[in-house]
């Protein structure tokens, strides 16, 4: 268990389109993880092609990445606790008709081919895309109490 683990989640273009960004944020926020970087960027396929290597024979592929290329995502890195466990279970399954209610797939989506959002499975995944998507200088270190406006 490692308090300070990250892990990488991407509102993907449906989400975008749908104005559900702010509802994600506010539910990773709820649980109680801290935002360590944020940034609104329209993604070009190499980046994608890297980011979704591991399925690249996959059937599905070419969908997959046009569907992810068709719009501008909200990547975004939060750290706590188990970040990268607790945030799938947050996401729900990779199908959304598996996914239960209360989780963001089980209540924002139903398609596979349009589930909203991504979230790291692993840490080394995680540890990668963070490394893919955002500079180390975009990480931001900061500390909650600093300030003492939050008991
Ligand atoms: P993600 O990487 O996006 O968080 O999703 P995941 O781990 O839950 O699922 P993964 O197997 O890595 O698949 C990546 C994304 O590909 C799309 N997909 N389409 N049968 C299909 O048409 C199919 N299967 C997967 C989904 O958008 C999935 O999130």
Redesign the pocket.
């Known amino acids: 268990m490692n308090n300070q683990e990250r892990t990488f989640i991407m509102v993907k273009p449906d989400g975008v389109q749908r104005r559900l960004v702010g509802k994600i944020i506010q539910r990773f926020e709820d649980r109680g993880f801290k935002l360590v970087a944020l940034k609104f960027v329209a993604p070009d396929q190499g980046l994608l092609t890297q980011h ?1 290597a591991d ?1 690249k024979e996959r059937p ?1 592929f070419p969908s ?1 990445l046009k569907y992810v290329s068709s719009g501008p995502v909200a990547a975004m890195v939060w750290e706590g606790k188990d970040a990268v466990k607790t945030g799938r279970v947050m996401l729900g399954e ?1 199908n959304p008709l598996a996914s239960k209610p209360g989780t963001i797939r089980g209540d924002f989506a139903i398609d ?2 349009r ?1 909203v959002i ?2 790291s ?1 692993s840490v080394e995944s995680a540890n990668r895309e963070i490394g893919l998507w955002f500079q180390p200088q975009e990480l931001v270190n900061w500390n909650t109490n600093d300030h003492g406006w939050v008991y």
């Open positions: 979704y399925l599905f997959l990779t596979v081919g589930n991504h979230g499975d």
